[in-house]
Nanobody
């Protein structure tokens, strides 16, 4: 297991920003830049949805619903992957999960298929109030 750990969630007012971080425990020997990774979210009473993906080749994809507001990136020196969320809206309220695979995820297929990612973090909650 990769031991993914998310951080950075919290409560903000609409229009605010948050940056989520994800890192590995290091026990597996894998670092962030060796993995294809993604952020998913699940709002209360709704299904899990893909938010953004980043490959080990740094190719990124972002779901249309957050495009222009959310950015996915990674810092290999810090061994961290990020989701920068700007102009947050109440409908962004959800638990956000970091996910990863040692394999290769083509294009934006990861946004539509959670099963491409076998390793998941415990989630971090984001609450956006109006």
């Amino acid at each position: 297991r990769l031991g993914l750990v998310e951080s950075g969630g919290g409560s903000v007012l609409a229009g605010g920003s948050l940056r989520l971080s994800c890192t590995t425990s290091g026990e597996s020997g894998y670092t962030i830049d060796m993995l294809d990774m993604a952020w998913f979210r699940q709002a209360p009473g709704k299904e899990l949805e893909g938010v953004a993906t980043i490959g080990h080749d740094l190719h990124t994809s972002v779901a249309d619903v957050v495009k222009g507001r959310f950015t996915i990136s990674q810092d290999s020196a810090k061994d961290e992957m990020y989701l920068q969320m700007n102009d947050l809206k109440p409908e962004d309220t959800a638990t956000y999960y970091c996910a990863a695979t040692r394999g290769k995820v083509r294009g934006d297929s990861g946004l539509r298929n959670r099963y491409l990612y076998p390793d998941w973090g415990q989630g971090t909650q984001v609450v956006v109030s109006s």
